[in-house]
């Protein structure tokens, strides 16, 4: 069965350009998270998504980082005005249930790298 | 001092060798554990949950040992394709939203 897909796989922009990135949930699965992860790093929560409804936004580092999920499937992680900081891995995971002990099933992730 | 702490390694290990990495975490009141697999540029993949009564799959055994906080994953018998990095992840308690908080990853070589 088809897992979590993200596009583009690899994303390179000038500083300043906007950017948005693509995360389509295994299907059925309620939850969706975003994470971001540095080279050498874990990943790092960005913001999660109970469908449609952003529930928690707290890992954004700034307000030009925004997510949205529309139809509470697809989502899109969109960050405006890029800055070199910003280059790492962005990570989308979806699960089942809002669950505690619900698996999170990754993505292959966006790589974006900021020039 | 971070949320979730592990040895960032490399450790270096012959095939056929048993190596154990521990990871610890800061929120006493967390509930759920799990170790992910992540190979070099890509994604991490679920390994195993860690229960309380501990847990093992194959040549995989996971521990949670609350009094120290601290939750194990060893590996036996290894192989070489059990190079890769090894991610713990928790949720704590008092996260309505279920979001994982990783360690940084202990990176395992296994070699010939």
């Known amino acids: 069965g088809a897992g979590v897909s993200q596009s583009p796989r690899y994303k390179v922009a000038k500083r300043g350009q906007d950017v948005a990135l693509r995360c389509d949930p295994i299907s059925g699965h309620v939850s969706l998270f975003w994470y971001q992860q540095a080279l050498g790093q874990g990943p790092e929560f960005l913001t999660y998504f109970q469908n449609e409804a952003q529930l928690d936004k707290s890992g954004l580092p700034s307000d030009r980082f925004f997510a949205e999920r529309p139809e509470g499937s697809v989502s899109t992680l969109k960050i405006q005005r890029t800055q070199q900081e910003d280059s790492a891995v962005y990570l989308c995971a979806s699960s089942l249930a809002g669950r505690v002990n619900q698996p999170q099933h990754f993505g292959d992730g966006t790589r974006l790298s900021i020039l | 001092r971070k949320e979730v702490e592990q040895d960032p390694g490399p450790f270096n290990v012959p095939e056929g060798a048993t190596v154990a990495f521990n990871c610890t975490y800061s929120?006493?009141?967390?509930?759920?554990f799990f170790w992910y697999r992540q190979d070099c540029r890509k994604e991490p993949k679920l390994l195993m949950s860690?229960?309380?009564s501990g847990n093992e799959d194959g040549r995989f055994t996971a521990q949670l040992n609350r009094a120290s906080q601290y939750i194990s994953l060893l590996i036996r018998d290894s192989k070489l394709s059990d190079s890769a990095t090894y991610l713990c992840a928790v949720i704590p308690t008092n996260n309505a939203g279920n979001m994982l908080t990783f360690g940084g990853g202990t990176r395992l070589m296994v070699k010939p």
């Open positions: 860690v229960y309380s």
């Open positions: 929120n006493s009141a967390s509930q759920s």
